[in-house]
């Protein structure tokens, strides 16, 4: 039956600052952007941007659910460039096994979970 995933979708309220938040910021390579969907790509698999497909969205309230993580080789840097762009850190950084995570939201408050392998905490401070 299933083949497994095609694409996960984001709601977005904008289209133009997600796109520019997931393309500048987080360096995701894009392949098609227009003012109705966005997709980038995350190794084998793709990100999707929609704008919301109902009444009564709230852009900027951390969702609950789903939640995309993604693989960074540097953590700290990457919560460096967060912070400077005003980005929401939800948490601090928290160890799990095999690595550091870092909980952050796009600006719709879509939750990402970057992951940095082999990190500790304790390196990090």
């Known amino acids: 039956m299933v083949k497994g995933m095609a694409t996960l979708v984001a709601e977005v309220s904008s289209m133009s600052r997600a796109v520019g938040f997931y393309r500048d910021l987080l360096?995701?390579?894009f392949g098609y952007v227009s003012e109705h969907w966005a997709d980038f790509s995350i190794g084998a698999n793709r990100l999707g941007l929609h704008p919301p497909?109902?009444?009564g969205y709230v852009p900027d309230q951390v969702k609950s659910g789903w939640a995309l993580g993604i693989e960074v080789e540097d953590i700290a840097e990457l919560r460096r460039r967060l912070?400077?762009?005003g980005v929401r850190v939800l948490a601090g950084y928290h160890q799990v096994p095999?690595?550091?995570?870092?909980d952050f939201a796009d600006p719709d408050g879509?939750?990402?979970q970057a992951i940095q392998h082999g990190a500790k905490v304790s390196d990090l401070a």
Do not use: D, H
């Open 27 to 29: 360096g995701l390579p």
């Open 53 to 55: 497909y109902r009444e």
């Open 83 to 85: 912070e400077e762009a």
């Open 98 to 102: 095999g690595g550091v995570v870092l």
């Open 110 to 112: 879509n939750l990402i």
